[in-house]
């Protein structure tokens, strides 16, 4: 497997907060070769839907492989932010109608908002209990300056989707418990909710094996080619014949799993942080009590929520986000370490000397 960045990018030990909190279950390494009728490299959010979708629509589950080259929710599935919500991109409406036109614009933003519901519908279907929270998402304007494109906005939503967004002015935030002195502003859009990505992906995991899917860990597909009119695919166990393929490797892929996919993909690192527990005095002190998920208006945006406290914990934690860079070297992640933190404390100044235990740098694609 050729990969574009460090080996320490792909180690095996990630450490997250996430894994604390749920455990998803360990699927068993391939041990000997096999055929399939699909198979489905990567056990995230993508390889997991993809193989319950099929089965739901009558393939039969047992004739469907997910291989996974560490074990399900290692990727991003089982490490990201939880913001279940629209933000595909972060070109305002009328930009994505001067370029793509308003019935492409609309079928985008319903893709989006049929996402939110899938999860909302896998969440009820195969019970899986995620700590959900927010009653939608909140944009924070970073500039007065962008108070005129969050009010922008909310007509938009009204006149192309019917859909009633809210602004918050400045004066507003603090009582809504969203005081900090780097925002002057906010919309709130009614659409979607925050979740635990690790407890929904293992409730995905277990959905897929539940109903006999196979699932192997610790089996990275190490070569694909064409078999006659199937595919096969090298393991260190075995291989793998199939009649159907499905790559749901996201920024962990390979560029040689298969080889045409080299130069076509160009992950980035993300980088999220996690508070320690904040007491109810440090929360009143920095005037942020809201479990609102909220992100700022700036392109590369920070993402930021706070979360029901976990069981047996006194107080809830403090999720920040960011994007970073392209390079996993040791100096770049304590660069990166260092600027999510000097962010961290300007937004949230009451919290400079909060520990900060969980960080960690992600790949995505
Ligand atoms: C820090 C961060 C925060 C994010 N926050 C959010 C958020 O709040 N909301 C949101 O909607 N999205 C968020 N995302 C994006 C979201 O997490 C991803 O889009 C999603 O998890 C992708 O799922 P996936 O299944 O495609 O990929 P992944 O979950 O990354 O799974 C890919 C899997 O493929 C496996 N794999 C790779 N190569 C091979 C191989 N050769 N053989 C076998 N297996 C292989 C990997 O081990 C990995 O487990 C975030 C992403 C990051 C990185």
Redesign the pocket.
Same mark, same amino acid.
């Given at each position: 497997?050729r990969r574009l960045y460090e080996p320490q990018a792909y180690d095996r030990d990630v450490g997250s907060y996430w894994q604390t909190t749920a455990t998803p279950p360990r699927w068993p390494a391939l041990k000997q070769s096999r055929a399939a009728k699909i198979l489905i490299? $990567? +056990?995230?959010?993508?390889?997991l839907n993809c193989a319950l979708e099929l089965a739901e629509q009558g393939i039969d589950p047992h004739s469907i492989v997910v291989?996974?080259?560490?074990q399900p929710g290692?990727?991003?599935?089982g490490?990201? $932010? +939880?913001?279940?919500c629209t933000g595909g991109t972060k070109l305002p409406v009328d930009k994505l109608i001067a370029r793509f036109g308003e019935d492409e614009t609309r079928r985008f933003f319903k893709q989006q908002t049929a996402s939110i519901e899938s999860v909302r519908e896998n969440l009820s279907r195969y019970h899986i209990s995620a700590d959900t929270h927010s009653n939608g998402e909140t944009q924070l304007a970073h500039r007065e300056s962008e108070m005129a494109g969050l009010h922008a906005e909310k007509q938009q939503m009204k006149d192309l989707f019917s859909l009633d967004c809210r602004i918050t002015e400045k004066p507003g935030l603090s009582s809504q418990g969203l005081a900090s002195p780097e925002f002057h502003g906010a919309l709130t859009t009614p659409l979607g909710f925050a979740l635990n990505p690790m407890k929904y992906l293992s409730g995905l995991a277990q959905a897929a094996t539940g109903i006999g899917i196979a699932a192997y860990g610790g089996t990275?597909?190490l070569s694909i080619r064409r078999a006659g009119n199937n595919w096969q695919t090298d393991t260190p166990g075995g291989h793998i014949t199939a009649d159907n393929l499905v790559i749901?490797?996201?920024?962990?892929?390979?560029e040689d799993?298969p080889d045409w996919l080299s130069g076509r993909l160009l992950p980035v690192l993300?980088?999220?942080l996690l508070t320690r527990p904040l007491t109810e005095l440090e929360l009143n002190s920095q005037g942020w009590t809201s479990h609102q998920m909220c992100s700022d208006t700036r392109k590369l945006l920070h993402?930021f929520r706070l979360m029901p406290p976990a069981e047996g914990e006194a107080g809830p934690r403090m999720l920040f986000?960011m994007r970073s860079g392209t390079s996993a070297t040791p100096a770049s992640m304590a660069m990166m370490h260092r600027r999510i933190r000097a962010d961290f404390d300007r937004f949230f100044p009451a919290w400079r000397g909060v520990e900060t235990p969980s960080s960690g740098p992600?790949?995505?694609a």
């Open positions: 497997m490299i $990567g +056990g995230g959010y993508t390889g291989l996974e080259a560490c290692w990727g991003a599935s490490r990201n $932010g +939880g913001f279940c990275p597909a749901a490797t996201n920024g962990y892929s390979s799993v993300s980088n999220i993402y986000g992600v790949w995505s």
